[in-house]
């Protein structure tokens, strides 16, 4: 599928529809699968039996060296490099604002087509860097604990936009071979995660494609293990990720009742916890992941107990696993607090004993409003501000 066949369909879900007009002009071709770039460069009139070629020589520019500019692909001739300047662009998100927390932990606002912006975090650690991207503008589950979540969805993300959060970030850290960087040093970025702005299951499409470029060995080359979706539970699209894309699968989990997690993430009332797991124990089996990751935000006196513990252990028995343990983020009008840390440790001593690895993430990046479940895009903030949150109301 082209860019200008996925920015000109209907996008709709839960009654929201997002009519989106088809790009005019030169066609972008950060985004495309390899399949998709060769139809669209012999439409232009690259000859067929060129077009693997071509595919191949374009994806290693712009994937491996990070050219943003046809003329400096000297491997092509110079009439062609014209042809392509005519016909495509190579354009990716643009940095609005950029702020670095004290841990070094990296915020950048983006804007996107149509004058919209989006989240994305890139977390430093030893040997390794982490880039958090979002799938979509907004969302439309509304965890009642996330920042996100009470923004409204606004459209889902191109698979360009998508993608085109790794290369800004690798722009940013000076990550290509052209800037210097030997490839025998650790990567600056090398994981990604889908755990910032939106619900990745419901931009499946996009999603997919923008994780098989960033997996192709000839360009970005990240492993299937070095990429994590995070999911709230899109049951039917599970299956679809373990074959379709095969990356490593994070549960947004957080409650061990139906009752609290109804509230806490409203999708339980169309999938619960019991079609949830029974859909989750064969992801390892066809995706090849060596186990699934729950998220569990940590919430004061609602789903932090030694009793909440002990039923996580049961809930997920035979299911290869880990479970995150996330202090919650505060954020501006929240209606919760975080859980005592002595309690936290308690919680994560009962998952331990229970033979399950249970680590307590470190907050990172909470100085920028850039830690899980804060981010939320500039123009969203703005808006509105001046309004006043709702409690939510967990026991009623």
Same mark, same amino acid.
């Given at each position: 599928?082209?860019?200008?066949?996925?920015?000109?369909?209907?996008?709709?879900?839960?009654?929201?529809?997002?009519?989106?007009?088809?790009?005019?002009?030169?066609?972008?071709?950060?985004?495309?699968?390899?399949?998709?770039?060769?139809?669209?460069?012999? +439409?232009?009139?690259?000859? +067929?039996?060129?077009?693997?070629?071509?595919?191949?020589?374009?994806?290693?520019?712009?994937?491996?060296?990070?050219?943003?500019?046809?003329?400096?692909?000297?491997?092509?001739?110079?009439?062609?490099?014209?042809?392509?300047?005519?016909?495509?662009?190579?354009?990716?998100?643009?940095?609005?604002?950029?702020?670095?927390?004290?841990?070094?932990?990296?915020?950048?606002?983006?804007?996107?087509?149509?004058?919209?912006?989006?989240?994305?975090?890139?977390?430093?650690? +030893?040997?390794?860097?982490?880039?958090?991207?979002?799938?979509?503008?907004?969302?439309?589950?509304?965890?009642?604990?996330?920042?996100? @979540?009470?923004?409204?969805?606004?459209?889902?993300?191109?698979?360009?936009?998508?993608?085109?959060?790794?290369?800004?970030?690798?722009?940013?850290? @000076?990550?290509?071979?052209?800037?210097?960087?030997?490839?025998?040093?650790?990567?600056?970025?090398?994981?990604?995660?889908?755990?910032?702005?939106?619900?990745?299951?419901?931009?499946?499409?996009?999603?997919?494609?923008?994780?098989?470029?960033?997996?192709?060995?000839?360009?970005?080359?990240?492993?299937?293990?070095?990429?994590?979706?995070?999911?709230?539970?899109?049951?039917?699209?599970?299956?679809?990720?373990?074959?379709?894309?095969?990356?490593?699968?994070?549960?947004?989990?957080?409650?061990?009742?139906?009752?609290?997690?109804?509230?806490?993430?409203?999708?339980?009332?169309?999938?619960?916890?019991?079609?949830?797991?029974?859909?989750?124990?064969?992801?390892?089996?066809?995706?090849?992941?060596?186990?699934?990751?729950?998220?569990?935000?940590?919430?004061?006196?609602?789903?932090?107990?030694?009793?909440?513990?002990?039923?996580?252990?049961?809930?997920?028995?035979?299911?290869?696993?880990?479970?995150?343990?996330?202090?919650?983020?505060?954020?501006?009008?929240?209606?919760?607090?975080?859980?005592?840390?002595?309690?936290?440790?308690?919680?994560?001593?009962?998952?331990?004993?229970?033979?399950?690895?249970?680590?307590?993430?470190?907050?990172?990046?909470?100085?920028?409003?850039?830690?899980?479940?804060?981010?939320?895009?500039?123009?969203?903030?703005?808006?509105?501000?001046?309004?006043?949150?709702?409690?939510?109301?967990?026991?009623?």
């Amino acid at each position: 599928m082209t860019e200008e066949t996925q920015t000109s369909k209907i996008l709709t879900h839960n009654f929201v529809t997002v009519p989106r007009k088809a790009p005019e002009g030169p066609l972008n071709i950060v985004g495309l699968t390899r399949s998709s770039l060769r139809k669209a460069l012999i +439409e232009s009139g690259t000859p +067929e039996k060129q077009a693997n070629m071509r595919v191949g020589q374009i994806w290693q520019w712009i994937y491996e060296k990070g050219e943003r500019d046809f003329s400096n692909m000297t491997n092509l001739a110079k009439p062609y490099r014209m042809a392509l300047q005519e016909n495509f662009v190579i354009s990716v998100p643009q940095i609005i604002s950029k702020n670095i927390s004290q841990d070094g932990t990296r915020k950048y606002l983006l804007r996107i087509d149509g004058e919209h912006e989006v989240e994305t975090v890139y977390i430093p650690e +030893e040997n390794r860097g982490t880039l958090c991207i979002s799938s979509q503008v907004g969302c439309t589950l509304t965890c009642s604990f996330c920042h996100t @979540g009470t923004q409204r969805l606004v459209r889902n993300l191109t698979s360009s936009e998508i993608v085109g959060q790794i290369l800004v970030a690798r722009d940013d850290l @000076g990550e290509w071979p052209t800037q210097g960087i030997p490839k025998t040093e650790p990567r600056l970025l090398s994981n990604v995660v889908l755990m910032g702005m939106g619900e990745p299951l419901y931009n499946f499409d996009n999603v997919r494609d923008a994780m098989k470029i960033a997996m192709d060995p000839e360009g970005i080359a990240l492993s299937r293990r070095r990429i994590t979706l995070s999911t709230s539970g899109v049951v039917p699209e599970i299956a679809k990720t373990a074959e379709e894309i095969g990356c490593q699968l994070a549960i947004s989990f957080h409650a061990t009742t139906d009752e609290i997690r109804d509230k806490l993430v409203p999708i339980n009332k169309k999938w619960n916890i019991s079609n949830l797991l029974e859909t989750l124990k064969n992801y390892p089996k066809v995706s090849n992941s060596e186990r699934i990751t729950f998220e569990y935000v940590m919430l004061k006196n609602i789903n932090d107990s030694d009793e909440d513990a002990r039923r996580l252990v049961k809930l997920i028995k035979g299911i290869p696993a880990k479970i995150n343990l996330i202090p919650f983020n505060e954020w501006p009008g929240s209606p919760f607090e975080r859980s005592d840390w002595k309690q936290i440790e308690s919680f994560a001593e009962i998952i331990y004993r229970a033979g399950y690895a249970s680590p307590i993430r470190t907050p990172r990046g909470e100085d920028i409003m850039a830690a899980c479940g804060q981010l939320k895009s500039a123009t969203e903030k703005e808006r509105k501000s001046k309004r006043t949150s709702v409690p939510v109301d967990l026991n009623g």
